[in-house]
């Protein structure tokens, strides 16, 4: 799939999309670091733009004492790379869009 996105684009406009990406997709360290601050409470589901999960992560931590925070902190640390890729999927395509236009 990503290859039919990014045919038919030339030099500049790939460097377009990549100063675009580095500016407006959301950073690996930035949601590892509220992963870690907050993990258990679903910072880094917030961080993402996940509200709903990140709300439910939340409200389950808080009825269990932590309990459940603990399974949802280690769950989306094995899942990190998938959130991220669901969180920017589509800026990307936005992103794409947009250069494509002009």
């Known amino acids: 799939m990503e290859d039919n996105l990014f045919k038919g684009l030339s030099l500049n406009q790939m460097i377009v999309i990549e100063d675009r990406i580095k500016k407006e997709c959301k950073s690996p360290k930035k949601a590892l670091l509220m992963w870690f601050i907050g993990a ?20 389950a931590s808080f009825l269990s004492f932590g309990l459940a925070g603990i399974y949802i902190a280690i769950h989306d640390y094995k899942n990190m790379n998938h959130l991220l890729e669901e969180a920017n999927k589509e800026t990307l395509l936005n992103i794409i869009k947009d250069v494509k236009r002009v």
Do not use: E, I, Q
Not at 40 to 59: D, I
């Open 40 to 59: 258990c409470w679903g910072f880094h589901r917030f961080y993402l733009g996940m509200y709903g999960t990140g709300l439910k992560a939340f409200t």
